[in-house]
Nanobody, 124 residues
Framework: QVHLVESGGGSVQAGGSLRLSCAAS????????MGWFRQAPGKEREGVAA????????YYADSVKGRFTISQDNAKNTVFLQMNSLKPDDTAMYYC?????????????????WGQGTQVTVSS
């Protein structure tokens, strides 16, 4: 059974940083794309970053490009999201997701395993 467990969320002031972790069990990270999504109250879920572990290829939404970095540690079966220069607009529940294939997209349907989420709150 696949489990994805996020951690590292919290409350920070604008300009601060957080590092989110996604620990996977029952699943090998090197197989398919891994993504980070977020959902703010009243808004649709949006993809923010994705990584294809096989090549280490990374993808970012324009809203986070240059501020967020996705990475992986295959030995720990964990994916990370380093978030710098945080803004109040980054406030959301952040979810880790495992893709159905190696192809990385920002479409929720293309991911079939999801974590429970970790809350990120950025104050101005």
């Amino acid at each position: 059974q696949v489990h994805l467990v996020e951690s590292g969320g919290g409350s920070v002031q604008a300009g601060g940083s957080l590092r989110l972790s996604c620990a996977a069990s029952g699943y090998t990270l090197s197989t398919n794309c891994m993504g980070w999504f977020r959902q703010a109250p009243g808004k649709e879920r949006e993809g923010v970053a994705a990584i294809y572990p096989g090549y280490g290829s990374t993808y970012y939404a324009d809203s986070v490009k240059g501020r967020f970095t996705i990475s992986q540690d295959n030995a720990k079966n964990t994916v990370f999201l380093q978030m710098n220069s945080l803004k109040p607009d980054d406030t959301a529940m952040y979810y880790c997701a495992a893709g159905r294939s190696w192809r990385c997209t920002f479409t929720s349907y293309d991911y079939n395993y999801w974590g429970q989420g970790t809350q990120v709150t950025v104050s101005s």
